[in-house]
Each structure stands twice: as structure tokens, then as C-alpha cells.
């Protein structure tokens, strides 16, 4: 089931310290979405396609057991429903103390419903320098080159395996993307279509200032991994913030999704969540059990440790190298941080037919979920195996605490692995 919801506008200090130091305000007022004209290309969006679950300190998210009926444990509770998902999620509108919830014989869990943004956090805009797409200046870029793009076994393309990027959306008209997306039919509740509606939903001032960001993130996965298939899942707004609720429902999706050639094979995550979540954790839990490996940004605040989800041991923290064998200097590093990958000055695509380069952990951990599926299918492994033989390829980085296993060197990984 599923009701309206009133959109918050949400007011987050961005520190670095990890944690949203703000709770979001109570909503404001009620919004209408627009589509974004530029956005078209799959007919019109149901308004009720665009609605994200805003972040509240009075919405909680329960996790059930498997056979319980989340009507009737709300029901119970004496708590509104505002959602669920499949029979083991529910939003509900909560009281103060979540003891309560968890009190009730079928919940398992209870969280608040954190907020999640782009890993980028304020500065959206680093190396921002947008053009015309030009597809040959691609093909030349430095984080190509870091990666040996060139060198690699002919046929080491990713073809028959699918990424899922869990980010703001994409512009699918990109010719970045041709024949490339697998998009959500407009038949679901989810989307795969970035929308601008023109509201500044984090008031900072910029005014869908994270639009752009799915678009650029899933045109890294096309080019390092450029016979693979992307499955778009827009699970933040346009200014970048989304809910724990957004991401479990855009993450149970990706977990039944079954397209030509099977199911998802890697989850990027360019994001990172306010805190941690054992909630969350469970979800990346279940993705591993299916053999989904979970890919996470480690953030770009400096810390000498990674942001949730990267820090989780349910996935595979990434962390941003300049072109050489260093971390790039706002990347978060660490021991928690599995790999590097190049995330300096990155282009990839734009809305509207442009191109952008881009710095971040967001744009290094596309690097890192292509480089799985592309292993994984040249050799014929599981996405897990490829992964661990991507992270026992790593080149080492100038600085071995910065990141477990190095930058992901997969001209080495190929060599291991061509001649053992
Ligand atoms: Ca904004
Ligand atoms: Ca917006």
C-alpha cells in the first residue's frame, strides 16, 4: 500500500564528521513535482513516480519477519502506515521511543529513516567544467589511461553482465547510453529517470544541484565496463538526499530484478548514509547471500576513515586516487577502505548531451563496480571472485594505510589471472 506523503525540506549542516550534524525540519509544505523538460524520452512521469521518502525523525523503518503482515503489525502498534515493501519493510509514522515498535513479536528491527546523499556532499561541483559531449576526448581520459584501458585482453568488455547505480537518476537519451540502460518500466513505483523539478529540497541555496550526478556516475560503468548493461534506480532527489526507506525499496528491486541475461551483478553505491545501520546492513547482507557485490563511495570529507556504507564489512568501500598511486586529497581513506580507483577530474556524461569532468569517491567507485563485472566476465567467475581478484591485483598506494588493497590495477588482475 501507499500514501501521499508531504515532502520535508530538509536542512542538513554538511560537517565532516560523518554524521548529519541536523536532523531534517519538520515538513513545511506540501510540493508538487514537475518533470523536468529535459528529462523526457520515456513519455510522462506519474507524479507519485518522482516521490521519495523524505528523511523524519517520527518515520521509522521495520523491518518484519518474513511472515508477518505489515498492515497488521501497524495496525496493532497503533501506528499510521505510510508504506511497505513486499511483506519485510514498512514506514511507519512512529512515536518518539522505537522500544515500542521493536517490542511487537514480528519486528525484527526499527531504524529511524536516515538520510543518505551523493557522496560528493556540498561541493557537487568540483572540476566542474561542462561541453559538448565529445566522445573521442573520452576515450583519451587520464583515468582510462591510469587503467590501461588499452592493454587489456580484447573481448574484457562486461558484455552479459548488469550494474545497477543507485544514485539520482540518468538522462537515458544520452548517446552515452545508447543501447546501453536497462530502464524501470513506468508501470513501477521506481524510476530510472533523473528529474529536475526546480526545488531546492536541502535549502543550500542550489537548486537541484545533484541531477546531473546519476547521469555521470552510470556513464563511468559505460565506459569502463562499455558492453555491459545499467540499471538506473533513482533512489536520491535532484538535490542529491534521499531516505533509508528510498534505498531498501530501490535495493529490493535490484534484488528480484531478472533482465536478459539474469540478475544484477553489482550495486553501486556513490552515496553514503548519515550513520550507520544494522537495518542497512542486513539489506547488503541478503544482496551478498544472491552473489550481488554492493560497491559504496568512502566519501570525500578527508577522513582517515570511510563514510556507511563504505565502513560496512557487506560491501566494497572505494576511495578516489589522483592519476598516479596516491589518494586524492579530499578522498576519505583507511584500512576500512577495500581499493582506490582513479576519481580525479573524471568525464563522463551530463544531462542534455554534455560531458563533465568530475572529482569524487562517486566517480571512483563506478570505475571499481565496472572493473567486476568486466572480470567477471571475461573469466567466467562469480561477481565476488572477480571482485577479490580485482582487490589482490591492487597496485599498492603511496600511502598502505590509505586503502586495504591498493588502487585496482586491472591490467595486473588480467595477468594474474591469464598467467597464474
Ligand atoms: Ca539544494
Ligand atoms: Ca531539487
Known sequence: MRMLLTLSVLMLTLGCGGVASDRPEHPTAPKSIEQHPGSGGVGSIPPELEQLFPPDQDVYVVRLA????AVTVASELGLPLLDSIAANYALMQGPADPSTILA?????DVEENL???VAD??????????????????VDQAALRTLRRNEWPEGATGERRTVAVLDTGVDPDHSLFAGRLVLIPETSMLTSIAVAEGIDEDGDGLVDEGVHHGTHVAGIVAQVAPDAKILPVRVLNSDG???IYDIVRGLMYVREFVGDHGGIDVVNLSLRLSASSSLFDHVMEQLTGQGIVVVAAAGNSEQSAPYYPASSQWSTGVLATD???????????????????????????????KMAGLSGTSMATPVVSALVVVVQEYFDLSAFAAKDFLLAGGFPLEQTKHSAYGR?????????????
Open 66 to 69: 518474513q511472515d508477518a503482515n
Open 104 to 108: 511487537h513479536p514480528a519486528v525484527l
Open 115 to 117: 538520510m543518505m546523499q
Open 121 to 138: 556532499g556540498q561541493d557537487l561541483t568540483m572540476g566542474y567544467l561542462e561541453e559538448d559531449f565529445d566522445p573521442f576526448r573520452l
Open 241 to 243: 538526499f534521499g531516505s
Open 323 to 353: 592519476n598516479l598511486n596516491a589518494a586524492a586529497d579530499f578522498s576519505c581513506v583507511g584500512r576500512r577502505v577495500s581499493i582506490g580507483a582513479p576519481g580525479t577530474g573524471v568525464l563522463s556524461a551530463m544531462p542534455d548531451e
Open 408 to 420: 585496482a590495477d586491472p591490467f595486473r588482475t588480467f595477468q594474474n589471472l591469464i598467467t597464474p
